[in-house]
């Protein structure tokens, strides 16, 4: 047999390794082994018909939360992520040099989506945020700890991660930024940013950033955003960041981290992230109005973006971010067989930003085939 398991007459739809059209998709000893047309049924232990249906990498979210307040998604990180064709997550920074070791331990015993994760720079990690933010207190920043956490980590951690927002940092200058910047030097790594309605303009931030950092949550549509005070253009020296490599990331978030208003004018001026995330956590998943990573999908097709270019971002993009490109996030044979098997089903949904707008929308995308490692992981029942 060539074949473990063989996708049949799906729609292929791989930009990031050009791989686009009606093809079949063959499996064997978990690794994606072809994709072409006509492979042959009678040498596959197993066929699927995935005709109607799009056939994408399975699903990068970079930028999600395992353990908030030590454990919040937690062991059931593998329900959600499977459900919505996600195989690949990272946790984007809910520990730090004091607890991440327990993060790594539920990685390591209770989780099967592949996980990477960036340390926070409070040693605390995102813990009791509700109460206190993680770097209220200047002592809390950690960056000799983070960059030995990274070094202990190697497989696992893959950058800083800092918070400057409302009451998460001890002093809203670039203090902060300058010990983030210190960290991910000594640890040899990106940092990514979590950046909302702060005083602090963005060109300001992006003096302290390099090629390979990450701003997360680009679309959120508070002040000092990626459009500066006024909200209406975007800004140059964001555009010059951005093709000098800096990563715009659009993580959903539960709240004032992703506005619709402000994704209409970013795109009406053909500003695009470099990833789509998800920001999930537990509440995000249940609560939403984030739910999924093809909720958030779903959101940005409504506004124009095109599947393939939403696909990239979903896909080769994060899996570059997380070292992982040409492993996971393609289709192209060699690589692991994760994939998502996709429906964009035409009926009206309501979809909600997290600032309390909310549209209707004419379709949606709805995963209805996971698979990691070749193997079955999530067969949506009906
Ligand atoms: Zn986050």
């Given at each position: 047999?060539?074949?473990?398991?063989?996708?049949?007459?799906?729609?292929?739809?791989?930009?990031?390794?050009?791989?686009?059209?009606?093809?079949?998709?063959?499996?064997?000893?978990?690794?994606?082994?072809?994709?072409?047309?006509?492979?042959?049924?009678?040498?596959?232990?197993?066929?699927?018909?995935?005709?109607?249906?799009?056939?994408?990498?399975?699903?990068?979210?970079?930028?999600?939360?395992?353990?908030?307040?030590?454990?919040?998604?937690?062991i059931?990180?593998?329900?959600?992520?499977?459900?919505?064709?996600?195989?690949?997550?990272?946790?984007?920074?809910?520990?730090?040099?004091?607890?991440?070791?327990?993060?790594?331990?539920?990685?390591?015993?209770?989780v099967?989506?592949?996980?990477?994760?960036?340390?926070?720079?409070?040693?605390?990690?995102?813990?009791?945020?509700?109460?206190?933010?993680?770097?209220?207190?200047?002592?809390?920043?950690?960056?000799?700890?983070?960059a030995?956490?990274?070094?202990?980590?190697?497989?696992?951690?893959?950058?800083?991660?800092?918070?400057?927002?409302?009451?998460?940092?001890?002093?809203?200058?670039?203090?902060?930024?300058?010990?983030?910047?210190?960290?991910?030097?000594?640890?040899?790594?990106?940092?990514?940013?979590?950046?909302?309605?702060?005083?602090?303009?963005?060109?300001?931030?992006?003096?302290?950033?390099?090629?390979?950092?990450?701003?997360?949550?680009?679309y959120?549509?508070?002040?000092?955003?990626?459009?500066?005070?006024?909200?209406?253009?975007?800004?140059?020296?964001?555009?010059?960041?951005?093709?000098?490599?800096?990563?715009?990331?659009?993580?959903?978030?539960?709240?004032?981290?992703?506005?619709?208003?402000?994704?209409?004018?970013?795109?009406?001026?053909?500003?695009?992230?470099?990833?789509?995330?998800?920001?999930?956590?537990?509440?995000?998943?249940?609560?939403?109005?984030?739910?999924?990573m093809?909720?958030?999908?779903s959101?940005?097709?409504?506004?124009?973006?095109?599947?393939?270019?939403?696909?990239?971002?979903?896909?080769?993009?994060?899996?570059?971010?997380?070292?992982?490109?040409?492993?996971?996030?393609?289709l192209?044979?060699?690589?692991?067989?994760?994939?998502?098997?996709?429906?964009?089903?035409?009926?009206?949904?309501?979809?909600?930003?997290?600032?309390?707008?909310?549209?209707?929308?004419?379709?949606?995308?709805?995963?209805?085939?996971?698979?990691?490692?070749?193997?079955?992981?999530?067969?949506?029942?009906?």
């Amino acid at each position: 047999m060539k074949y473990d398991l063989l996708l049949q007459h799906g729609e292929v739809v791989d930009p990031g390794s050009k791989l686009r059209g009606l093809m079949d998709v063959g499996i064997l000893g978990g690794k994606i082994v072809e994709v072409a047309k006509g492979l042959d049924a009678a040498q596959a232990r197993k066929t699927f018909s995935v005709k109607g249906r799009y056939v994408l990498p399975g699903l990068v979210d970079c930028h999600a939360h395992i353990a908030v307040n030590g454990h919040n998604m937690g062991i059931d990180t593998d329900r959600f992520c499977r459900a919505s064709g996600v195989t690949t997550m990272c946790d984007a920074g809910s520990c730090g040099s004091s607890n991440f070791a327990s993060l790594r331990y539920l990685v390591d015993t209770a989780v099967r989506t592949r996980a990477k994760a960036f340390v926070n720079l409070s040693t605390i990690g995102i813990t009791g945020a509700r109460v206190c933010g993680e770097l209220s207190f200047e002592r809390y920043a950690d960056p000799e700890g983070c960059a030995r956490t990274i070094a202990e980590n190697q497989d696992f951690a893959i950058g800083v991660k800092l918070r400057f927002g409302p009451n998460l940092v001890w002093d809203y200058s670039d203090a902060p930024f300058k010990v983030a910047r210190k960290a991910a030097d000594m640890a040899g790594t990106p940092m990514m940013a979590h950046i909302t309605q702060t005083p602090l303009p963005m060109p300001e931030i992006l003096k302290h950033y390099k090629p390979g950092d990450i701003i997360t949550h680009c679309y959120h549509g508070g002040t000092n955003g990626i459009m500066g005070p006024e909200r209406q253009l975007i800004l140059k020296e964001v555009v010059e960041a951005q093709r000098h490599g800096v990563i715009f990331d659009c993580a959903h978030g539960r709240s004032g981290h992703f506005s619709f208003p402000l994704i209409e004018k970013a795109l009406d001026q053909g500003f695009l992230p470099d990833t789509i995330s998800t920001d999930l956590t537990f509440e995000g998943a249940t609560l939403g109005p984030v739910f999924d990573m093809p909720t958030t999908m779903s959101k940005l097709l409504h506004f124009g973006v095109s599947l393939d270019d939403v696909v990239l971002r979903t896909t080769r993009n994060p899996a570059r971010m997380l070292g992982l490109e040409g492993v996971v996030g393609t289709l192209k044979p060699g690589a692991a067989a994760d994939v998502a098997v996709l429906e964009l089903r035409d009926e009206p949904v309501e979809l909600r930003d997290s600032d309390g707008h909310s549209l209707t929308a004419k379709r949606r995308l709805i995963n209805h085939l996971t698979l990691r490692g070749g193997r079955v992981w999530y067969e949506r029942p009906n």
